[in-house]
């Protein structure tokens, strides 16, 4: 077996859970968005601490991502205070509710060809517009411009730890990474979910 292919093993196995996931309710988080819309349910809303930035779109997102980013933020493997705080006082059952929530709805792209070989490198687990066929990868999709801008210059940077995408950005330049950005947040794809 390759590194490769160990290396995306690795990084599968942990979408896996030991235990049963709670079951969501798209419902049921209504009397808990109250955390969510604040932020991601403004159009155009900028993170304020420690970069500004605008915070992600989620409505139409995989709700394994969602589950998977809110558990990051908790156990301190993704960096951002607030969202850490958040999560730390999320129950499972709460983080299951806001996946069901957010997902619902999800809007279909469209299949343009990739912009170029970065792109196409992308494509491998995002999809060739950035909708993700599968919950183990993100939909990047019509998300904004400078959120996915930051979230490359993260994983590069070490502040978020994934090895898979650790391996993609290492050799992208500063351009490369704002191609991509602007790219991938032109599809059609995530929207502001209130």
């Known amino acids: 077996m390759t590194r490769s292919h160990l290396l995306l093993a690795a990084v599968l ?6 235990s049963p996931a709670a ?3 798209a419902e049921a988080a209504k009397t808990k968005l109250s955390m969510c819309i604040g932020c991601h ?3 155009g809303y900028r993170t304020s ?3 500004v930035y605008p915070v992600p779109k ?3 997102q995989h709700p394994e991502y969602i589950l998977s980013a809110l558990a990051a933020y908790r156990s301190g493997e993704r960096s951002h205070p607030t969202m850490r705080g958040i999560a730390e006082g999320l129950s499972e059952q709460d983080m299951a ?4 929530y957010y997902s619902a709805g999800a809007q279909s792209g469209t299949t343009p060809p990739p912009a170029n070989d970065k792109a196409q490198l992308c494509a491998a687990c995002h999809g060739p517009d950035g909708n993700s066929p599968t919950s183990a990868f993100p939909r990047i999709a019509g998300q904004h411009r400078d ?3 930051q979230a490359l210059q993260d ?3 070490g502040r978020r730890k994934n090895p898979i995408m650790a391996a993609q950005v290492e050799s992208l330049s500063k351009q490369d990474m704002e191609a991509l950005a602007a790219w991938f947040s032109s599809q059609s794809g995530l929207y502001v979910k209130r």
């Not at 196995?13 to 030991?18: D, E, G, Q, Y």
Request: net charge negative; glycine share 14%; aromatic share 18%.
């Open 155 to 157: 994983y590069k940077a």
């Open 41 to 43: 349910g403004i159009p």
């Open 147 to 149: 959120y996915l801008y």
């Open 23 to 25: 079951q969501g309710s």
């Open 58 to 60: 989620l409505g139409g």
């Open 97 to 100: 509710d806001l996946a069901a």
């Open 49 to 51: 601490y420690p970069d």
């Open 13 to 18: 196995s942990a979408f896996v859970s030991t």
